[in-house]
């Protein structure tokens, strides 16, 4: 099966715009979750996206968003950028079983770079 | 103080020594992962637990719910095992990550 894959790799903004991020999960994984990593702060979870359905949300503001498609497909856009957004934005997706759980291992794309200027 | 902490946070060693990286964490959690991540961003995940220990190869992951602390162990220890460890739990159906432990194996 092919891994999660992310595009893109690397995006380079400025101040004020807005961006958007792609995530294909593996094939039949149908949870998303997107996180944020930046040398200060380390690893912070974005959001969760389920069935099309946002599931959990960290603590972000709203500036940032995502949305998943039936396809399993995800995005998240992030607008009006500041510097700080700068950081290395990873998805990872996992297979949800019927039962409800919600965790189960997560398989990591290689993450989009993204550099505001 | 982090709700999840590691330690240490660098570590440097010689090839062949026997490693430890420990997490400590101060909540409630269902279930623990060990994340390692190389130069470029990339992250594989290395275990899930939630009680006991897990082994595959050369890596061992021990948890202790009570005592609300996970240890990763890396035996004959290889210069390709470098890069940086992360801890994460699970609580409240989100990931909380460590600071992560970055390891140094020379040759």
New interface residues.
């Given amino acids: 099966k092919a891994g999660v894959t992310q595009t893109p790799r690397y995006l380079i903004k400025t101040r004020g715009q807005q961006v958007t991020l792609s995530c294909s999960p593996i094939s039949g994984h149908r949870s998303v979750s997107w996180y944020q990593q930046t040398p200060g702060q380390g690893l912070q979870f974005l959001f969760e996206y389920f069935s099309e359905t946002q599931r959990n949300k960290g603590n972000f503001p709203g500036r940032f968003s995502g949305r998943q498609f039936s396809n399993s497909r995800s995005e998240m856009n992030v607008s009006t950028l500041e510097l700080g957004d700068s950081a290395l934005y990873l998805c990872a997706s996992s297979l949800v079983k019927t039962s409800g759980s919600s965790y189960n291992e997560q398989f990591f794309g290689p993450g989009t770079r993204l550099t505001v200027l | 103080k982090n709700e999840v902490e590691q330690s240490p946070q660098n570590l440097t060693a010689q090839e062949g020594e026997f490693i430890t990286i420990n997490c400590s964490y101060s909540v409630g959690i269902?279930?623990l992962?060990w994340?390692q991540q190389h130069p470029?961003?990339?992250?594989?995940?290395l275990f899930?637990l939630s009680s006991g220990k897990k082994k595959h190869g050369r890596l061992i992951a021990t948890i202790n719910i009570q005592e609300k602390h996970s240890s990763l162990h890396i035996t004959a220890s290889h210069p390709r095992d470098s890069a940086v460890y992360?801890c994460?739990v699970?609580r409240a159906?989100?990931?909380?990550?460590?600071?992560?432990t970055r390891l140094t194996i020379n040759p």
């Fill in positions: 269902s279930a992962h994340l470029g961003g990339g992250i594989v995940s899930m992360i994460a699970k159906q989100k990931l909380v990550f460590g600071q992560g």
